[in-house]
Nanobody
Framework: QVQLVESGGGLVQAGGSLRLSCAATGTIFGIGTMAWYRQGPGKQRELVALIPNGGTTDYADSVKGRFTGSRDNAQKTVYLEMNSLKPEDTAVYYC???????????????WGQGTQVTVSS
């Protein structure tokens, strides 16, 4: 069974920084695209950073220049470095990964449990 375990959320003042981590565990054969999404109060879930397995990371316009997504394939972990945080960045942040397991080698979508990021003004 695959799990995505997130860590690193919390409360920070505007202008501050946080780093989120998300580690994939289980009998994993391969990991394709990984990503970070967020869902703010009263809002729909939105894509923040799309991190392919090779290639360029894409970002939402609202976070370009402030957030950096990266991954460590050996550690099966994806990261989101968030700088110059704004109150409008307040949301629950979810990691996503496309993962195949050894039982059938089929790629499926997996989500983390979500971690709260709150930015105070």
């Amino acid at each position: 069974q695959v799990q995505l375990v997130e860590s690193g959320g919390g409360l920070v003042q505007a202008g501050g920084s946080l780093r989120l981590s998300c580690a994939a565990t289980g009998t994993i054969f391969g990991i394709g695209t990984m990503a970070w999404y967020r869902q703010g109060p009263g809002k729909q879930r939105e894509l923040v950073a799309l991190i392919p397995n090779g290639g360029t990371t894409d970002y939402a316009d609202s976070v370009k220049g402030r957030f950096t997504g990266s991954r460590d394939n050996a550690q099966k972990t994806v990261y989101l470095e968030m700088n110059s945080l704004k109150p409008e960045d307040t949301a629950v942040y979810y990691c996503y990964a496309r993962i195949a397991i050894y039982t059938d080698f089929q790629y499926r979508d997996y989500w983390g449990q979500g971690t709260q990021v709150t930015v105070s003004s």
